[in-house]
């Protein structure tokens, strides 16, 4: 079954020439660490994610974390980094995202992505705990979903 592009705003619209090879959905956590900015203040500064990836039968078939990484069973994984972003439409929940993939190893479904969708997110961003000098280094957990949706070049 061909998988079909999400409705997405242009900011984050994949570039011409790739076509979805693979949706996954996420769930976990996003992980945050206190620590000081480069203007001495404490802010929640993210760490990484920590999810399991579902494929659309709701069967776990690989990991989402720090990187960020997307590792599959099947033996691929991919690394990427935010090109683009437009606010989710919840204000509680970490933005839609479009990422480029930076490093590809293995063999399976990930093998030729070069483009990542990040959208439906629901929650992720971080709470109210505490976050000054006394709590630095420490770390919050904010639960998280996402749908990630996976290009690669058009055959």
């Not at 990187?67 to 991919?78: C, F, M, N």
Request: hydrophobic share 35%; glycine share 10%; net charge negative.
């Amino acid at each position: 079954m061909k998988e079909s592009a999400p409705d997405v705003p242009d900011a984050i619209t994949v570039p011409s020439g790739l076509e979805p090879v693979l949706f996954v959905h996420a769930s976990g956590a996003q992980v945050y660490t206190c620590q000081a900015g480069a203007d001495g203040k404490f802010d929640w500064t993210l760490k990484g994610p920590e999810a399991e990836l579902k494929d659309r039968k709701d069967k776990v078939i690989g990991q989402h974390t720090a990187g960020p990484t997307w590792k599959l069973k099947d033996g691929s994984e991919v690394t990427g980094k935010a090109a683009a972003h437009v606010d989710s439409l919840d204000s509680d929940s970490v933005p839609w995202l479009l990422i480029t993939v930076t490093n590809n190893s293995g063999k399976g479904a990930l093998a030729n992505v070069t483009t990542i969708q990040r959208v439906h997110t629901h929650g992720g961003k971080p709470g109210n705990d505490a976050c000054d000098e006394s709590h630095k280094d420490a770390e919050t957990k904010s639960k998280y979903t996402a749908d990630y949706y996976f290009f690669a070049p058009v055959k």
